[in-house]
Nanobody
Framework: QVQLVESGGGSVQTGGSLRLSCTAS???????MGWFRQAPGKEREGVAG???????IYAGSVKGRFTISKDNAKNTLYLQMNGLKQEDTAMYYC??????????????????WGQGTQVTVSS
């Protein structure tokens, strides 16, 4: 199990930006790292994923607005969120996994989860 701690959530107005960070206890042997979100009354959904070769994948709803990246030297995963919309309001979770053969946007790719950080976008 990898310990994950998210930070950087908060409240912004529509069109604003936030950068989420996730510090991992280790990134060695991981295949996927990703960001998921869950809004009240909705299922958790994959937002963005990045694999060990730094190939990225995004949900259609955030493509072009969000950017996932990682710094292996700092064991840190990032999610830069620009052009935020009210529908981006959710609890955002960092995830890590070592499973191959599954895209990094699917729940099944992950075995470790952070506690979450709230993002609220208002008009």
């Amino acid at each position: 199990q990898v310990q994950l701690v998210e930070s950087g959530g908060g409240s912004v107005q529509t069109g604003g930006s936030l950068r989420l960070s996730c510090t991992a206890s280790t990134m060695t042997y991981l295949h996927c790292m990703g960001w998921f979100r869950q809004a009240p009354g909705k299922e958790r959904e994959g937002v963005a994923g990045i694999d060990r070769r730094s190939a990225t994948i995004y949900a259609g709803s955030v493509k072009g607005r969000f950017t996932i990246s990682k710094d292996n030297a700092k064991n840190t995963l990032y999610l830069q969120m620009n052009g935020l919309k009210q529908e981006d309001t959710a609890m955002y979770y960092c995830a890590a996994g070592d499973r191959y053969g599954i895209t990094c946007l699917e729940d099944d790719a992950y075995s470790s989860w952070g506690q979450g950080t709230q993002v609220t976008v208002s008009s």
